[in-house]
């Protein structure tokens, strides 16, 4: 906590009765890239992720594997922290909800709402659907001709009917429009946010927040007969994360709360820009600012399901395309915020053209055009012509136009922008043609390879948050320092020193070959 601007980010928390697919990875992995691109850019940035461990649907699972809940979820966990290691995402944090900084400050929480007259005992009647961990009314089921009750997300409901505390939600609903209407990004994208606030204005009903007829959870202060409902006990992780609960850590709690953005799937907006933001009014505490719905990804024109049997492991996708060309496809080929499909034909078309052919081939060209003519040392800049100051300014001014996008989350608008410049560099590569100045005009040569190299260092410095691992690789070979590749290294400034020897050029982006058909 160093007075720099904090910028704290969340995912879901993910079901541990799952193993991880690319729909989980994706949400982590907007949620890093966006982590990522704050540190570069000089806030100062909590990312959290973590699993929802409690709840029927995971007591269920446990079951089903023989296993104590305790037991399953240690086990299970792991699952999701492995795949924060295939990603390389770079959370600050992991939560996960059995552990005791949690089950605190849900319950400081449900006493606070609770000393508020928030929330009262009563009993519920009606339909609940375990897959989702909801609560659906009457009208929003369809039955089948066997009778049996289906929500809209396609999961099957049961008849509950027991004692249960309630949350006022009703009573929130005018002061949540009111909040909608005051802060027209907290909830993005906008036709989503149009859906949720048509949802509150057809009236709220207020909330089961306890469950008697199982007991995987977290106990109701002064009447453990009840556990919490698990969407209460999960969305207060971002709190908890915080230090919220915990008097040590109320300097922390103030600095990284409200959250700045949470990050969650289009199913799951309903809990986090209805009844999240609710509770936490309704106890005093401030809403984060945002929420971000994003779609879903299908596989191959399919949904991804256990039965079709086409749920993709990200750790697959690695190995086939390797780690950043599956990081760059999954932000660039869907508007962020769209539902989107994967395909083996779309993500090879992004890997061999907008990376071997566009970034590589720039790099590559460049980079042994260095080696070979100028012995691999940064040469002399010399006198700039219009069309070198031209590249450059456009490699400057990105960082702006790349922030603006980054700062709505729009992933595939900033990938816009810099395969511009990309495009704009390789035309440039192509007119200036230093390759026939080698003898005609060394020092022209010189200057355009120059302008080159500073174009890609400007480059490569911003796909760092989307391609670490490559973008580093191109810093190396470029001779940028380390501690020379925060955002505040822009422009002319901290350009590359002339005289600097670079390594021996290798290539970043190798296209991807299919494998020959086996006889
Ligand atoms: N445990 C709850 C979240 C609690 S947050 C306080 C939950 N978990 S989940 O594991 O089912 O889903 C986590 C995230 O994965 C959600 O944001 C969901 O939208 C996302 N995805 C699951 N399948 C997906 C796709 N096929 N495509 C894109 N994202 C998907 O809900």
Known sequence: MDGKKPYYVTTPIYYVNDVPHIGHAYTTLACDVLAR?????????????????????????????????????????????????????????????????????CQALWQTLVDKGEIYLGSYHGWYAVRDEAFYGEDELTTTPTGRKIA?????????????????????????????????????????????????????????????????GIPVPGDDKHIMYVWLDALTNYITAAGYGDPAMAEDFSHWWPADLHM???DILRFHAIYWPAFLMAAGIAPPLRVFAHGWWTIEGQKMSKSLGNVIAPQALIETYGLDPTRYFLLREVPFGNDGDFSHRAMVNRLNGDLANDYGNL??????????????IVPEPG??????????????????TVRAEIEVQAFHKALDAIWAVIGAANRYVDEQAPWALKKKDPPRMAAVLYVLAETIRH?????????PDASARILDQLGVAADARQFANFGPVHALTPGTPLPPPQGVFPRFVEAAPTA
């Open 152 to 216: 809209p997300s396609g999961a099957e409901c049961e008849w509950v009917e027991e004692p249960s505390y309630f949350f006022r939600l009703s009573a929130w609903a005018d002061r949540l429009l009111a909040h909608y209407e005051a802060n027209p990004d907290f909830i993005l994208p906008p036709g989503k946010r149009s859906e949720v606030m048509a949802f509150v204005k057809s009236g709220l009903k207020d909330l089961s927040v306890s469950r008697t007829t199982f007991d995987w």
């Open 264 to 266: 969650v799937g289009k």
């Open 383 to 400: 006198v700039l012509a219009e069309s070198d100051r031209r590249l450059l300014d456009a490699a400057d001014g990105l960082l702006g």
């Open 37 to 105: 691109f704050m540190r570069l850019d000089g806030r100062d940035v909590k990312f959290l992720t973590g699993t929802d461990e409690h709840g029927q649907k995971v007591e269920k699972s446990a079951r089903s594997a023989g296993m104590t809940p305790q037991a399953f979820t240690d086990r299970v966990s792991q699952n999701f922290r492995d795949l924060v290691g295939a990603m390389k995402f770079s959370n600050d944090d992991f939560i996960r909800t059995t552990e005791p900084r949690h089950v605190r400050a």
């Open 459 to 467: 480059l490569a410095l911003l796909t760092q948050p989307i391609m």
């Open 363 to 376: 790099v590559q060209r460049v980079l042994s055009m260095i080696a070979k003519n100028l012995s691999g």
